[in-house]
């Protein structure tokens, strides 16, 4: 192929794809959206957000139903379409996780990894309280939060710097990120177990907590038992 012919094609405009499909009887477009919705989660290796999806099926398409739909055709599958980090995505049931890891060592997919218990609950704190201080947190336990174990969680993506606090020196703050959302199987942080419930009954509170009503952090930090992340 000549040079020219290159410099044509590589200049060329990629077809439009056709997302009305309304050449198409009901059901075969319906059908036709179904299989393209499910082919983009299937193909992407981080949960696929609503608006990526729309730019294949027509503006007309419900994609709440769509998925809905895909999820039913799937009830006797071993892997399921679910909702997290604000997105899809094709996860295993859990019920074959110990399967999976008979057969692999380890989650397949998803990069498993393991928190130690100091580890766990400091990013317990950071998703209840966040924005938060490492001084904050450190406030929590009693003692002095290390900055080795803010790395390892840096580390693994679970949490992000936020914004600077209002306080003397501005310190950072920590928050959780998508890839948090996504390792512990959850849409939005809404979903974590309600703390503002447990405000309202006046058995917790952010302000008992930062007085020490939490319990320390163990000694050895690196000896603790693990705390693996979720299986899907």
Not at 134 to 148: N, Y
Not at 180 to 204: I, K, N, V, Y
């Amino acid at each position: 192929m000549s040079q020219a012919s290159v410099r044509r094609k590589s200049n060329e405009q990629p077809a439009l794809l056709d997302t009305e499909l309304e050449h198409l009887p009901p059901e075969l477009r319906w059908r036709e959206w179904m299989g393209r919705v499910e082919a983009v989660i299937f193909a992407a290796n981080e949960p696929v957000p609503r608006e990526v999806l729309a730019r294949v099926v027509g503006k007309n398409c419900n994609l709440d139903l769509v998925i809905d739909d895909i999820r039913s055709e799937l009830a006797g599958r071993p892997y399921e379409l679910v909702a997290v980090a604000g997105g899809w995505q094709h996860r295993t049931k859990k019920v074959f996780g110990d399967v999976i890891h008979a057969a692999f060592g380890a989650t397949a997919g998803q990069g498993a990894k393991e928190l130690s218990q100091s580890e766990a609950l400091v990013l317990m704190c950071i998703a209840y309280f966040q924005p938060i201080t490492r001084g904050e947190l450190s406030s929590f336990f009693g003692k002095e939060v290390s900055r080795d174990l803010i790395g390892v969680l840096r580390a693994q993506e679970l949490i992000a710097s936020g914004p600077r606090s209002p306080q003397p020196g501005a310190p950072y703050t920590y928050v959780t990120t998508k890839n948090f959302l996504s390792q512990f199987g959850l849409d939005t942080l809404r979903q974590l177990p309600d703390f503002e419930a447990l405000e309202d009954a006046g058995l917790l509170s952010k302000e008992k907590l930062l007085a020490g009503g939490i319990a320390g952090l163990p000694d050895g930090e690196g000896e603790d038992d693990v705390v693996e992340d979720q299986v899907s």
